[in-house]
């Protein structure tokens, strides 16, 4: 079945300081690939995606890179801010397509950036 | 921006008891899920709905869950009679279907506490 793996946290960094949260992922076919973002006391909210091989989404300076190689799909920021703060799960939905596919999640990893 | 809006925030029942969680998908949505989050682990599929029937469902969405859209705007999950096991996040999401990877659009979810 599919499943996704990702770094266990807390992650706490320095304000300007690099970041990468590692995901790699186990699926049959050419999945979609997905960073979601949990703000304290909020939901989830997309970040970025990727449908292909050597694809990079990308969004308020984060990036990721699909590599169906090593099948991972790596969250990166060059300089974290305190505003960064919340919990990261990688997903991903089986197929590119459009219509009814479940997402899988990872377990999530906290980042607490500090001043 | 439309989103996905969820009540109530948080539902404290006994066990045994039955609870109605409400969801309002994005209103040209066409594909609505329920996922939930148990504290410390993986947010997980739990049912995905279209065209007025249920299209996949995991294993954990037993006879004792059930989902209807009652009227043009809501999205319900109702779980018969609760068990302290259910104690979860439960989020609510919805995707158009019109365009892949036809994102998912998720709610700021549910705590619900059986006690």
């Known amino acids: 079945g599919n499943s996704v793996t990702q770094m266990e946290g807390p992650v706490t960094l320095s304000e300007e300081a690099f970041l990468t949260i590692n995901c790699t992922y186990t699926a049959t076919g050419y999945p979609s690939l997905f960073w979601y973002v949990q703000y304290p006391g909020e939901g989830l909210q997309l970040l970025l995606k990727?449908?292909?091989?050597?694809d990079k989404g990308s969004n308020k300076g984060f990036e990721a890179t699909y590599r169906k190689e090593t099948t991972s799909f790596h969250l990166e920021k060059g300089s974290v801010q305190v505003s960064d703060s919340a919990v990261y799960f990688c997903?991903?939905?089986?197929?590119?397509?459009?219509?009814?596919?479940?997402?899988?999640f990872g377990k999530g990893t906290k980042l607490s950036v500090i001043p | 921006e439309p989103e996905v809006t969820q009540t109530p925030s948080h539902q404290v029942t006994q066990m045994g008891q039955e609870v109605i969680l409400r969801c309002v998908p994005i209103s040209n949505h066409l594909y609505f899920y329920w996922y939930r989050q148990i504290l410390g682990q993986k947010v997980e599929f739990l049912v995905s709905f279209y065209n007025n029937e249920i299209s996949e469902k995991s294993e954990i969405f037993d006879d004792q869950f059930s989902v209807e859209r009652p009227d043009g705007s809501n999205f319900t999950l109702k779980i018969r009679s609760t068990k302290l096991e259910d104690s979860a996040m439960y989020f609510c999401?919805?995707?158009?279907?019109?365009?892949?990877?036809?994102?998912?659009?998720f709610g700021p979810g549910t705590r619900l506490t059986v006690l």
């Open positions: 999401a919805s995707s158009s279907g019109t365009s892949p990877p036809d994102t998912q659009y």
């Open positions: 990727a449908t292909k091989a050597d």
């Open positions: 997903a991903l939905k089986a197929g590119s397509g459009a219509g009814s596919y479940q997402l899988t």
